[in-house]
């Protein structure tokens, strides 16, 4: 036996293994916090308390049945009249059945490549690590609560932020405080929840005072990517609340210019045709001298060189970023202006070929 403090179990270093009850993760014995707790007991420890990181849900069920025992409530009760009703996180509740809500989003799954509605069974003795069910407006209030403690609270809150344990092995993280990893190198702190058909991000940056929340009903690594893109975007843009703001304000250009790209590839088009109608009318000829081939390959580098710096483009400007993730907030005009200019330069380059690589026959 090894005893375990209360401050092991907030920094994930009990020993207690992360997969304690996989072997039978659903199961009705786990209908309660003091149930799945109770499963616990006997149970070997993967290392001495106090060792080693090693995330584990029990640890804070464990927690969660210390707040009944200590409150002399439920769980879900002290969290509503300590936390959420101060807050005003109205929509914020537990999940209490594997049932879908009236007010509850449908969670999915990738089924054999097809997405699936589906409603998995859950432990509501999990209640304290999981099963947490909210909106981005309620969780809103929760990041300012912890960018902007009141006085009564901020010792409290700050104190989550500061590593009591180090997170080996986690990506993006050097540290674990109470309920957060933590990059000091970045000076974020973050959590990630996951369900067999949910996941969420909760990002925050105390010293610049901004937070990120990504809510998705499908188990999917996008919510972390997408949260990462948002965060380069902040701290690279110095102005990044009004990007999309300063491109909706260039819509008249942004028309002008795609208009005037589209007639551009129609001329060049034509003008192509045209020539390889000469050629095949042998009006001119293939220009097989050396001069016209080095030509050719100097014009395809140069205009891979241009596809490759616009593929490039949003990790220059946004930092950390790419087109799937531009393309998801982009507007429609913007679009257009972008695949039509490049598909006017792409028809130039195919005319300036057909030019190259064509001469009138000698006489």
Sequence with gaps: ????????????????????????????????IKNIVDYAKGKELNETPGDAFEYSNMNYDILGLIVQNVSHQSYQSYIKEHILSPLNMKDTTFKTTSKKGKNEASGYELISGDTEKTTPEFNIGDTPSAFM?????????????????????????????????????????????????????????????????????????????????????????????????????????????????????????????????????????????????KLKLKRIVYDKRKIAFISFLLLLTLFVLFSIAIYLLPLFILGNASWTFVLSWLPIHAKWLIASFYIFMLMIMIWLSVVILTRQPKT
């Design 1 to 32: 036996k090894k005893d375990i403090t209360i401050k092991q179990l907030l920094g994930h270093t009990s020993g207690i293994p992360s997969d304690i009850t996989e072997e039978d993760h659903y199961s009705e014995d786990y209908n309660s």
């Design 133 to 277: 069910m909210s909106s981005t407006k309620d969780l809103e209030n929760w990041i300012k609560m912890q960018l902007e403690p009141s006085d009564k609270t901020r010792s409290i809150v700050e104190q989550s932020h500061q590593s009591i344990s180090k997170s080996e092995g986690i990506a993006d993280a050097n540290g674990y405080g109470a309920g957060w990893f933590i990059n000091s190198n970045d000076h974020t702190i973050y959590h990630t929840g996951t369900l067999d058909n949910f996941s969420s991000e909760i990002l925050l940056n105390p010293k610049k005072s901004y937070g990120i929340v990504v809510l998705a009903n499908m188990n999917s690594s996008q919510v972390t990517n997408l949260t990462d893109n948002l965060n380069s975007q902040i701290l690279n843009n110095e102005h990044y609340t009004t990007i999309e703001q300063k491109i909706d304000q260039s819509a008249n250009f942004n028309h002008t210019i795609t208009i005037l790209s589209c007639i551009g590839t129609f001329i060049f088009l034509i003008l192509s045709l045209s020539r390889l109608n």
